[in-house]
């Protein structure tokens, strides 16, 4: 590696990764773009996370171990030991595709805090243009931008202090460190490419979206009081939480949890849509599969 490119460390988290962790690091060791060192933290896993990774790997990847303290714990731990000064986060479970770092050190540039890409089962909705900078106010609207997708300045992560480690922020820790990234000046740049893969895992859906949901409101609280936003502003982020939210629970059937948020939308900002949505969550699974399976029979 030239001394004038970029030095790339890739850290990945894990917890009880052993069954999938091979093939994300294999992705990260695979790129166009070499990495100067990939770090594995594990968080005090209970399986043998740890001995696939050093039997598969060996010396090609340095291996940190910790007691259980959370995906941010995990996450600061290994940018500390970082040598490089760019970091590329990388969850044990997703996937990259080759030119991945290749496309982002391309955009990096003075003033550059962060660089992100899309996921390639994401729909790229909303999302900035090629190279379009992303500004907090516009970040405080919508998070798109995923924690794999991510190429991160150590100074920056140094500057803002890090990875909030507040355990009750699950799903929403990573958002939080972006919109301070945002509000310390640092210029946040897009590739409008699906250069990652999120995998999603089968864990007790209802209870990981409460918790998300729960993670994404005390985010909310958290950036709305260090940064003094507005309260008009943060009651509109509010009501689009519980709109994504209450689609997400509707259609994980957790009907029940789906009716209180619209519930709250109506009271908040009534809307025709929230009306609607509302009086769906009364209508029982029966009918809901039997109108899935007929439009799948439709369109298929």
């Not at 909705?125 to 500004?135: A, I, K, L, S």
């Not at 969550?281 to 369109?299: G, K, M």
Request: hydrophobic fraction near 40%.
């Amino acid at each position: 590696m030239s001394l004038t490119q970029p030095a790339v460390s890739v850290v990945i988290p894990a917890y009880n990764s052993a069954e999938f962790i091979n093939g994300t690091i294999e992705t990260a060791l695979d790129q166009t773009y070499a990495p100067l060192e990939v770090i594995v933290v594990d968080d005090g896993s209970r399986d043998d996370t740890v001995a696939v990774v050093r039997t598969r790997f060996g010396d090609r990847v340095r291996v940190i171990q910790q007691e259980n303290a959370g995906p941010s714990a995990a996450r600061n731990h290994g940018i500390r030991e970082a040598q490089g000064d760019w970091i590329a986060l990388l969850d044990s479970d997703d996937l990259w595709f080759p030119e991945k770092l290749g496309r982002q050190v391309e955009r990096i540039a003075e003033g550059v805090g962060l660089v992100h890409c899309f996921n390639r089962n994401d729909l790229p909705v909303h999302q900035p243009e090629e190279g379009q900078e992303v500004t907090f106010d516009a970040l405080l609207r919508r998070n798109y931008i995923g924690t794999s997708t991510t190429v991160l300045l150590k100074a920056a992560w140094e500057q803002v202090g890090g990875f909030d480690e507040d355990r009750r922020l699950m799903g929403a820790e990573d958002y939080n460190m972006w919109l301070r990234i945002a509000a310390a000046g640092f210029r946040i740049v897009t590739v409008r490419e699906g250069l990652s893969l999120y995998t999603p895992t089968e864990n007790s859906l209802t209870r990981q979206v409460q918790q998300m949901l729960r993670g994404e409101l005390l985010n909310l609280e958290k950036i709305s009081a260090q940064f003094e936003i507005p309260l008009p502003v943060v009651r509109a982020r509010q009501v689009e939480i519980w709109n994504e939210y209450g689609q997400s629970l509707f259609w994980i059937r957790d009907k029940k949890s789906a009716r209180e948020l619209y519930f709250n939308i109506l009271k908040a900002q009534p809307s025709a849509r929230a009306a609607a949505m509302w009086m769906a969550t009364f209508i029982p699974d029966s009918l809901l599969n039997l109108r899935r399976h007929v439009r799948a029979t439709v369109t298929s």
